[in-house]
């Protein structure tokens, strides 16, 4: 069954890959239970020294599909610099907060949704991970989206 899971999950993946222009997915195991995702939209990233952040357009997300997947949801980790209240650069650990989480949610689904989540289509303030990003959006969300852009 899990075997099963992980050879759609490859073959959803896979068709994302083709069809958007955003989102670039490399399998780095065999096994088909890490990916590395790479993102090509606008978001945001702190730079030291700097009073605001700058943006930038590539971003990468590590995936490891664990025992448990997909009862349990994935192991995300931000590998990247990022300014964000719901992901965490990899200086502060990398985590990447997405909220909910069902099993039947497929990871080209999730892709997309930390896509929108990185182009400033989605966030969430009440919980954040970065206290900074989270003072910083509040106070700039005129801004909002950085990028507007279908990954589709």
Known sequence: MRYQRLQKEYQLLSELHKKSSLINIESICAYKEKYKVIYLCRSLIWVDGSNN??????????????????RRPPVLN????????????????GGVCIGSWTAAETLDALCIRIGEMLQYKRYNLSDPLDEDAAKWIMNNQVTLPVDDRSFY
Do not use: A, V
């Open 53 to 70: 952040p700058s943006y930038s357009n590539r971003h990468e997300l590590g995936i490891y599909l664990h025992k448990e997947y997909p």
């Open 78 to 93: 931000w590998l990247t610099n990022i300014f964000h209240p719901n992901i965490l650069p990899p200086h502060k650990n």
